[in-house]
């Protein structure tokens, strides 16, 4: 019998999707056959990485987003319609996890495959950035925050069905997601693994070609990665547009818009910027950059701790994860935050300019990649799924 494994994945944003097709394919070369379930973004970026045929739709559950970030005002009304889409869910994941018949379940950041992984008995490993909501800021009041504890342990309890939970974060005191542990109920199966961002896998003879293709010169280069849900995405890139010309008088600019179905051909701006709909040399930006500019995912700050580049980052509005994540990002003084409410043209230079003027950013940076070297959450996770994979076998 062969082995397979079930990956469930959160739909929204890239850094989910990134990291399971990651682990996906690392487990198809030891012979190792997957199914993917996804929706949204996740879902497409899946099919259009070549992974068409092992990726199944679910239907989608994701909270509300508005033109400028998480939507609170519409998670209430829109529960009875959440609760309606999770049953579809939980349906959809009980008969294709039969169908499948899989040595493990491996939740990222759902719940649904979780109970119905559990209810088949199945095994099931859950991923996680964080195993609590917390409650937007505009709701942090006494009587919120006790709420919010509540369903931090409710949420944790229900995490806890899982066999094994792995939390891609670094331990105390440099846990990014440490707003996000509210509940306790979690931690006897939990396991700090690190992050789950990969390292750019790049020659000297590809940075080359980066640098001659967009003409970079000796002034330190600033990457902005653009992400998140569609709908969020306009005012930072406009924010970021307008800045332009007042950034590239202290540094080479480069933009990615963060839209797989894009042009991947770069185009010069007037400021003197490189604009990418869908930049194919992300990683070799990455690499020779001096500071990125990015949205708080824990994907991306994992990628900036790892590489040592201070950041500056912006958060979605009204987002508690990448708001708490930002935070304790500028705590650590890996860079700086700032609030999407607060972000202005002028600003975002000030804090671009302040990062690349001042040394103890990458200086503080790299000791804590140091730190975050010491781990490897992807090869940690796998061996994980190893250790429940071949049971059946024989």
């Given amino acids: ?179 996000n542990m509210v509940g306790d109920e979690v931690a006897s199966i939990l396991k700090f693994v690190g992050f789950t961002s990969h390292p750019p896998q790049v020659s000297e003879g590809s940075l080359q070609k980066v640098r001659g293709m967009l003409d970079l010169d000796g002034k330190p280069l600033v990457f902005c990665q653009v992400s998140g849900p569609d709908e969020t995405k306009e005012w930072f890139r406009e924010t970021i547009l307008r800045a332009a010309a007042d950034i590239s008088k202290v540094g080479n600019l480069v933009i990615s818009m963060g839209h797989p179905e894009g042009s991947p051909e770069p185009r010069r701006l007037a400021s003197g910027a490189w604009f990418f709909d869908w930049c194919p040399m992300k990683d070799e930006l990455f690499a020779l950059s001096d500071l990125v500019v990015a949205r708080a995912g824990h994907s991306t700050i994992g990628q900036c701790i790892e590489l040592g580049k201070p950041a500056v980052l912006v958060p979605i509005y009204n987002h508690p994860e990448q708001i708490g994540n930002a935070e304790k990002f500028s705590a650590l003084g890996l860079g700086v ?38 781990y490897n959450g992807t090869q940690t996770i796998l061996e994980t799924i190893g250790s429940f994979t071949g049971r059946r076998q024989g």
């Fill in 337 to 374: 935050g700032i609030r999407s409410e607060k972000l202005t043209p002028e600003k975002l230079a000030e804090a671009v300019k302040a990062c690349l003027n001042d040394s103890s950013y990458r200086m503080k940076v790299e000791a804590v990649g140091r730190v975050s070297r010491k």
């Fill in 1 to 179: 019998m062969s082995r397979r494994v079930y990956f469930a994945v959160f739909g929204s944003g890239l850094g989910h999707a990134t990291r399971v097709l990651e682990m996906a394919r690392r487990l198809r070369a030891d012979g190792t056959d997957f199914r993917i379930s996804s929706f949204g973004q996740g879902l497409r970026y899946i099919a259009s990485s070549g992974e068409a045929a092992n990726v199944l739709e679910c239907p989608s559950l994701d909270v509300e987003w508005s033109a400028g970030g998480f939507s609170s005002w519409h998670v209430l009304p829109r529960f009875p319609f959440m609760f309606n889409s999770f049953m579809k869910q939980l349906a959809f994941e009980g008969a294709n996890i039969a169908k499948f018949d899989p040595d493990v379940v491996v939740s990222d950041s759902r719940l649904s495959p979780v109970f119905a992984g559990k209810m088949r008995l199945y095994p099931v490993i859950t991923i996680l950035n964080q195993f609590s909501v917390a409650f937007p800021p505009r709701f942090r009041t006494p009587t919120g925050r006790f709420y919010e504890r509540v369903a931090g342990d409710v949420l944790g309890l229900m995490w806890s069905l899982s066999d094994q939970v792995m939390m891609t974060d670094l331990p105390p005191p440099y846990t990014i997601g440490e707003t």
